[in-house]
């Protein structure tokens, strides 16, 4: 396509002036502008059939090649261990960042859902949602104290977001509200994602225990065989 097709399809750029918030002149390091991101999706209600694929989660290495201490994955779906524990950073952050893909897949917001968290926020909302920290991860997290109290009770009033556990954010996916998550698939749903987000990578769900899930087998594979898009059959 040319770019005035791309332009026709898509419509024109948008561009927004940038000014300071003091009102001085922009320098010669900052742009005049900023453009907009084109909206190229398509509607859901558009969409029949849709095949999911995931190829990697910002960044992918051979583990037995190198090891890695900090990833490029978006900050929202990075595990805890990229915190706390950079020397454990393997196959199990996949699998939290799966967690992470596979509610967002099938509800219809992200877990941390928080505009632009840091990476305390989000240590701080897996906390709220799926329990404490081990106990080493909570005596050396040094922002201990924006978040919590001695006692360990949450501050509310320092979150962007609502109070939580996983068992509310399953409610809140808006899928059980109209009863297309029966009961018994939601906390199907919730044992397998609350397996994926162990917060220890050694005690996390693998590839094989999520493939052999209830939710897997009982929901998940039935589905893909159904739309005939399943690849391969689990052994």
């Known amino acids: 396509m040319s770019v005035d097709e791309i332009y026709q399809h898509f419509r024109t750029p948008e561009q927004r002036q940038i000014h300071r918030l003091d009102g001085a002149p922009l320098g010669p390091e ?11 999706g398509i509607p859901c209600n ?6 999911i694929r995931i190829s990697d989660f910002g960044e992918a290495w051979l583990n037995q090649d190198m090891t890695k201490h900090d990833l490029a994955t978006p900050r929202a779906f990075l595990p805890p261990e990229t915190t706390f524990a950079k020397d454990s950073i393997g196959p199990p952050a996949d699998v939290w960042t799966l967690a992470c893909s596979i509610y ?3 509800g219809e917001r992200p877990f ?12 701080a909302r897996s906390v709220e949602c799926l329990g404490p920290l081990p106990r080493e991860w909570w005596d050396n997290w040094a922002s201990r104290g924006k ?10 009033e320092v979150s962007a977001s609502e109070s939580a556990n996983l068992a509310d954010q399953i409610q809140w996916m808006g899928r059980t509200e109209n009863l297309e998550f029966s009961a018994e698939e939601a906390q ?12 220890e990578p050694a005690k996390r769900a693998t590839a ?11 929901w998940g594979l039935p589905s893909l065989r159904k739309f005939n898009i399943l690849d391969y059959e689990p052994s």
Do not use: N
Not at 112 to 123: A, K, Q, T
Not at 188 to 196: D, Y
């Open 188 to 199: 199907s749903v919730e044992t397998m994602l609350r397996a994926m987000m162990e917060f």
């Open 208 to 218: 094989e225990d999520i493939v052999k899930s209830e939710w897997m087998t009982r």
């Open 30 to 40: 900052a742009p005049s502008f900023s453009v907009m991101p084109a909206q190229i």
């Open 46 to 51: 558009k969409v029949s059939d849709p095949w």
């Open 112 to 123: 941390f859902e928080d505009w632009c968290p840091s990476r305390d926020d989000i240590i």
């Open 104 to 106: 967002e897949m099938l």
């Open 147 to 156: 978040y919590f109290h001695e006692d360990g009770s949450y501050i509310c």
